[in-house]
Structures are given as structure tokens and as C-alpha cells.
RNA sequence: GGAGGGAUGGCCGAGCGGUCAAAGGCAGCAGACUGUAAAUCUGCCGACGUACGUCUACGCAGGUUCGAAUCCUGCUCCCUCCA
């Protein structure tokens, strides 16, 4: 590799597939390329699945590329088959209007946008697919596609082969895949899609077509699909998604998704979702036994540095320490989940079954009721035995606040709010 | 168009008139062991109630029956074979 790009890529392990690899390396060894990557918007919130993505276009700017984001606000319209048994329920312009706002937040930390030939700029394909002209669209570019090739598309024979209907509207999703690289082309002089592996299918049909209009060389890469050394995909857990904006995720969950990283996923992860050097990395990897503990640390710091900033993971650390390596501290400043009991409320007392519930640490009453059998509910660290137990003021005692606790990992505060 | 098979809890999958809140597996949660890891072992795993209990749930809508996930009718969706 000659290229500092190509280089990192390779030796941190974003490099699944590439159409020409060679090539592009050198074109990227011979100065700027800008390059994109495409993401739906599905969601109002992307999850750790996409980070490795946003990693991408870190790098592509570090390296001094020039990364276009490109937020589906049209093709989200019509739906990626890609990867999915049956079709999708289409979302309207609002909702999709609403998750590009709430997503493209994320982008900036990790990297710069604004006019600049280095920044990075924020497109959204609605603006040139809404506007397509049918007749128009199908004369200049449906004749470079053959539907013997689209159907041979994997997104396409598994739902043929497993009678699942496609629709004529999904069909066309790769046609509009492949016209963004062509107009972002033309636009930017883009010449790099990158995607995860499952848009493969997707990224060399736009290849195709701008080789065939352009006539005009680009390329495609793909990263791999990241799973844990276990099998599970990154970032699937029964709380749900690894999210990563603030609100549907606090910092402190997401720096303990990080360090709760297995051993073995350590180094892979170091490289992948954090910037460290990876001299620094290779030192960080080889600990051995409780002490690679340290590395899952600097692990969440950086990982959780990188989406939500410095001050997110310095609450989140302090969190982390008061919780699990000092005992009785003074937990008022934790950023946990909170309940805050009025005095009306603890004259009358309040079922320790409902605090469990109110402050989510379980889905229900009666969960909660199980993990009290189980030994796994605690109260300032003394297990909870009696699950008819009532929190009054007196349980404060001379305290503001009480930790409630399920399990050794999630915990919740309770305050006594003071009437005048 | 014809013939047959199927739809069960987050997923897979048994049950085929009462003993069914529904076997078993996976996933998940808790406990033990550890290192906030993995592996292993143990317990839990619809909601509500302190509890004998009540409610909701086996594709949808009706029906038969003292009693239905299980039988009947209609509907919807899926699969297999034949044309």
C-alpha cells in the first residue's frame, strides 16, 4: 500500500472487498479523492453498526480525502431489499425528514464539515432523486442495466427463491444506489464508494454505471461485518440496540458496552473503533489476565470520546469508579438513572417493587419480585431480601440519596426531594 | 387453475379436547466462580396481586363443548407438489 489511506485501512482492518485495490491505490497515493458513504435513514438514531462507517470517513479526512456523507433521504422512500426477507413499511417525508436531523448530529464529532476542499459535506441523494424524470431516467440509464444481471443480485434471488414477494419499487433501489455514485461524480468528482459488505451488490452497480456513462473508472470497498469473537453481531443486546445518540442511550451505558468488550475482542476493537496508535495498541493487546481490564478502559474512554466528547467520558469514568471500585462514595454527582420521591409520596411509602420498575431497571413488577428471590436486587449494596419492602423517609436516613441496584452492572439512584 | 401442508411466547420448535402460561433448544436476566471478560454450574424467564388467585396470550373472526392452542366454519398469509 502506498497510500496513507489504503495503509491505515488495511492495517487496522477495514478492508473487506475492494473492486481494484491496486488502482486505487494508487490514485489515492497521487493526491485527494473524494470519496462516500451512504447511509439510511431509517432510524432517527444510528447504532454501533454504523460506526465502523463513521471510523471510515474519520480516516478518509485525517488522511486528507475528502469525505461526502450522503444521508438516503430518497432511497430511504423506496427501501433497501438488501439483507431483508420481506419488504420494509415505507416511512413518509417527515419521518425521514426527522431521523436525517437526529442522525447527521452524530457526524459532527467526528469529523469537520464546511466549504473547505478537505471538509466534509452533508448531502442527502432526496435532492437529486426527487426530482428524477421518469421517461427521462429509464432512456439514459435503464438500458445500461439487464434485468438477467439484476435478478442474478443476491438482495433479488433470495426473496425469488424463497417466493417472498419484491416489489417492482424495491427492484429499482439498486438503479438509484448506482445513479448517486454516478451524480456524486459528476458533482464532487467522487471516486470511492464505501459500505459495509452487504452493500457490495449495491456499490458495483454504481461502479458499472458510472464506467459505462463516464467512462470513467471508480471504485468500490467495503468494510467487514463486524461480529464479537462469540458470533453475536456488534452491538445487539437485550436492552436493545448499542445506540449512539445521547438520548436513546446514555454515555454511560455506551462506555460500559465498551468495557464490557470480551478479552479476545480487544485489540480488534482497539483498531477499529478508536484512534489510538497502533503501536499503542499492540502494547495494550498483549496484557494478559485482569490486567487487559486496562485496556478495555482506554477502549471505552476513546470509543465513547469519539461520539458523545471528553466530558461525557469523564462523567461516565467517575460513574464507573464510584459504582464498581470504591465503595459507600458519595454517588449524588453518578450520572444513573434517577428517581426523585416527593415527601407526599415517601410519607405514604412506596413499594421497593415499584422504584425497581419506575427507574427501569426492570420491565416490570413482577421481574423485579424475581430478581429479589434471586438474591440479585441490592439497596446502598445490602442484598434486598423482603420483596414486600416500602421505601419511606426513614430508609434515607441521614442520606439524600439511595442506590438501588440489579444485578453488579446496573444501578439507579433514588432522591428525596425536599417540599418548602 | 388443481392437490396437499402450515401459522404456537424475542427466535427456533413440541403439543393436537381438560393435568397448558404451553416440552425442549437459543437468546436474555440473576447467583456462584472470576477480572465489570470468556467458559462452566445453579436458579429465573407473560402481566397484576403478599397469597389460594385474576387477567391477557398459541394467525384473524365466529361456532361446538361443562371445558379449546387442540374439534368445526369462514377469512388472511405462508410453504410444497402438479398444470
Not at 77 to 86: F, H, L, V
Not at 141 to 154: A, K, P, Q, V
Not at 195 to 201: E, K, N, P, T
Not at 296 to 301: G, M, Q, S, Y
Amino acid at each position: 500500500m502506498k497510500s496513507e489511506f489504503l495503509t491505515i485501512l488495511n492495517d487496522r482492518g477495514f478492508i473487506h472487498q475492494a473492486t481494484d485495490l491496486e488502482a486505487l491505490d494508487a490514485c489515492m497515493g497521487e493526491g485527494s479523492v473524494a470519496a462516500y458513504i451512504g447511509f439510511d435513514a431509517t432510524a432517527t438514531s444510528f447504532h454501533v453498526g454504523s460506526l465502523i462507517q463513521i471510523m471510515v470517513l474519520y480516516w478518509l479526512q485525517k488522511t486528507g480525502n475528502h469525505p461526502l456523507v450522503l444521508i438516503g433521504g430518497g432511497t430511504t422512500k423506496i427501501g433497501d431489499p438488501t439483507g431483508k426477507d420481506e419488504s420494509r413499511k415505507l416511512l413518509n417525508d417527515n419521518e425521514i425528514q426527522e431521523n436525517i436531523k437526529s442522525l447527521s448530529k452524530v457526524f459532527e464529532r467526528a469529523i469537520a464539515f464546511g466549504k473547505g476542499p478537505k471538509d466534509a459535506i452533508l448531502l442527502n441523494n432526496a435532492d437529486w432523486l426527487d426530482t428524477l424524470n421518469y421517461s427521462t431516467f429509464l432512456r439514459e440509464y435503464g438500458t445500461h442495466f439487464t434485468i438477467n444481471r439484476m435478478l442474478s443480485f443476491e438482495s433479488v434471488r433470495l426473496r425469488l427463491e424463497r417466493e417472498h414477494p419484491m416489489t417492482f419499487l424495491e427492484f429499482n433501489y439498486m438503479l438509484l444506489q448506482a445513479y448517486d455514485f454516478l451524480e456524486l461524480y459528476k458533482r464532487y468528482g467522487c471516486l470511492l464508494q464505501i459500505g459495509g459488505s452487504d452493500q457490495w451488490g449495491n456499490i458495483i452497480n454504481g461502479v458499472e454505471l458510472v464506467r459505462r456513462v463516464a467512462h470513467k473508472t471508480v471504485f468500490g470497498l467495503t468494510t467487514p461485518l463486524i461480529t464479537t469473537s462469540s458470533g453475536a453481531k456488534m452491538g445487539k443486546t437485550s436492552q436493545g440496540a448499542i445506540w449512539l445518540n445521547a438520548d436513546l442511550l446514555s454515555p454511560y451505558d455506551y462506555w460500559q458496552f465498551w468495557r464490557n468488550t470480551e478479552d479476545q475482542d480487544v485489540g480488534r476493537f482497539l483498531r477499529l473503533f478508536t484512534t489510538l496508535s497502533l503501536d499503542e495498541i499492540k502494547r495494550l493487546e498483549a496484557l494478559e489476565g485482569a490486567e487487559i481490564n486496562e485496556a478495555k478502559k482506554i477502549l471505552a474512554d476513546a470509543a465513547t470520546a469519539f461520539i458523545h466528547g471528553e466530558e461525557a467520558v469523564k462523567e461516565a469514568r467517575a460513574t464507573a469508579q464510584k459504582l464498581f471500585e470504591s465503595s459507600g462514595a458519595n454517588l449524588e454527582e453518578a450520572s444513573l438513572p434517577t428517581l426523585s420521591l416527593s415527601e407526599g409520596e415517601l410519607e405514604k411509602g412506596m413499594s421497593i417493587l415499584d422504584v425497581f420498575h419506575r427507574l427501569g431497571l426492570t420491565a416490570s413488577k413482577g421481574e423485579a419480585r424475581r430478581l429479589i428471590e434471586a438474591g440479585g436486587a441490592r439497596l446502598n449494596d445490602v442484598p434486598i431480601k423482603d420483596a414486600l419492602l416500602t421505601l419511606t423517609v426513614a430508609s434515607f436516613e441521614s442520606k439524600t440519596a439511595l442506590k438501588l441496584s440489579a444485578g453488579k452492572k446496573r444501578h439507579g439512584l433514588v432522591k428525596k426531594l425536599t417540599n418548602f
